[in-house]
């Protein structure tokens, strides 16, 4: 036995210093939304079961975008894992820029992802990005206003009872304004949300020819009932508020209606909201054409092609995104805080289905159709986004030009000629027409 025993301890020994030695230091690039910012609090568990480190590189929503595209198409190497959505990974994916993620552990349990998400995030058939968290957009609202105003909140509002609503709770004198929407320039903030709000009122981004469709009625009826809307009920400088700003807005107090991402809802309803009382939900608005507003998004996990830590990256990303970690969640913050949108068994789950906007979120899900998004056939997938490789830099310049229009800096109509013109421009340059 004394002869065994120092074999086993070197053995021992070993294994510790090759455990040591296979453990990694890897970076993530992410958002600055707070489900992101809450992961990186319990970062330490995923070191404590795996020994590997995490590098976080967290930046605003658009600047995220530009860096972790720039970095890919030029293999750049920056990062181990990046946050994308459901624009970039079936591209990317495509072009094999993307680790695919067809390799995942039986217990990770990848057919418990809503087939919603997860076919977002694939490119024929197969995974390249794991969900954090899913969305769609609904109606948040002041319970407390909307009655001071003598009105009730239908669950399935229209866009005419919504502005109508806003004008009514605005008041001025003390700070707060009836509705708060984006209107921040880049493709997925306020691109996002006219896109998807254009929806609504039969525009489309092009015709079956790919020809660029700003020209129309129906896009002139968009842009000018969401200036209007905003002028009369809206915070000032709305033209530059986006997701974060228009949350702070909301939790200050600020606004009667926010329309927007449905991971809100925590935070309106959690510790840093002064009204988080006085909360209520809703669809968000049609105009009686058969299509709602709202828009179907994945903040998502994904590993670039080429980098030197695929193995440690992965059970990053089985961890972050695993029914584990949303019980991590729950245990320490409450049902109401976790990572929302992913997975099926969440909204099976007893204890789920009595947070007051789970229901409310999922059936804006489930009535989200990226095949089917607009009133006219159009050739492109996506609500909020046309999944062409150009879209994201022909809509950062439309949304530009939009933004300006918000700001009173061109009108309505010249803001739409020069959407038409930088569209067809660039398609025509990408040889679609």
């Not at 079936?90 to 087939?115: F, K, M, Q, T």
């Not at 009730?152 to 009836?178: H, K, L, S, V, Y």
Request: with cysteine.
């Amino acid at each position: 036995m004394t002869l065994r025993t120092p074999l086993c301890m070197a053995s021992a020994a070993a294994i510790i210093a090759a455990s040591a030695a296979h453990a990694e230091t890897i970076t993530i690039a992410t958002v600055n939304n707070g489900d992101m910012i809450r992961m990186q609090g319990y970062t330490d568990d995923f070191t404590a079961k795996t020994g590997h480190e995490v590098e976080w590189v967290t930046l605003e929503e658009n600047v995220l975008r530009q860096r972790v595209t720039t970095d890919i198409t030029t293999k750049g190497g920056s990062f181990d894992i990046m946050t994308i959505g459901m624009y970039e990974t079936p591209i990317w994916g495509a072009n094999e820029w993307l680790v695919p993620l067809d390799d995942l552990s039986a217990e990770y349990d990848v057919d418990d992802i809503l087939p919603a998400m997860a076919g977002g995030l694939s490119h024929d058939g197969t995974l390249y990005a794991a969900p954090f968290y899913g969305e769609s957009s609904m109606v948040m609202y002041r319970t407390d206003l909307m009655e001071k105003a003598g009105l009730e909140m239908p669950d399935a509002p229209t866009w005419d009872f919504i502005r109508e609503a806003a004008a009514a709770m605005t008041d001025r004198d003390n700070e707060i304004n009836g509705i708060c929407l984006r209107g921040k320039a880049g493709w997925g903030e306020g691109g996002a949300f006219i896109t998807a709000m254009s929806n609504s009122f039969g525009a489309r981004w092009f015709d079956m020819d790919w020809n660029a469709q700003f020209d129309t009625e129906a896009w002139a009826n968009t842009l000018n009932f969401f200036k209007g809307m905003m002028d009369e009920s809206g915070p000032s400088g709305y033209a530059t508020n986006g997701f974060n700003e228009n949350l702070n807005l909301f939790n200050q107090g600020k606004c009667g209606m926010w329309i927007d991402a449905t991971v809100a809802a925590s935070f309106v309803t959690g510790d840093g909201s002064t009204v988080a009382d006085s909360v209520g939900f809703a669809l968000a608005p049609d105009n009686g054409l058969g299509k709602r507003s709202n828009w179907l998004w994945a903040w998502a996990l994904a590993i670039p092609a080429g980098t030197q830590k695929e193995a440690a990256a992965k059970q990053f990303i089985e961890w972050a995104t695993s029914k584990e970690y949303i019980e991590l969640v729950a245990a320490n913050e409450g049902w109401a805080n976790v990572p929302p949108g992913a997975r099926t068994s969440l909204y099976e789950n007893p204890e789920y289905q009595k947070v007051p906007f789970a229901q409310m979120t999922l059936d804006s899900i489930l009535s989200a159709d990226p095949n089917n998004s607009t009133v006219e056939p159009s050739p492109y997938v996506g609500i909020q986004f046309a999944a062409i490789p150009e879209f994201a830099g022909i809509a950062t310049e439309v949304s530009q030009e939009f933004s300006a229009a918000y700001a009173g800096q061109q009108t309505v109509e010249e803001a739409l000629e020069k959407a038409q013109a930088i569209t067809n421009e660039a398609m025509e340059a990408a040889g679609y027409r």
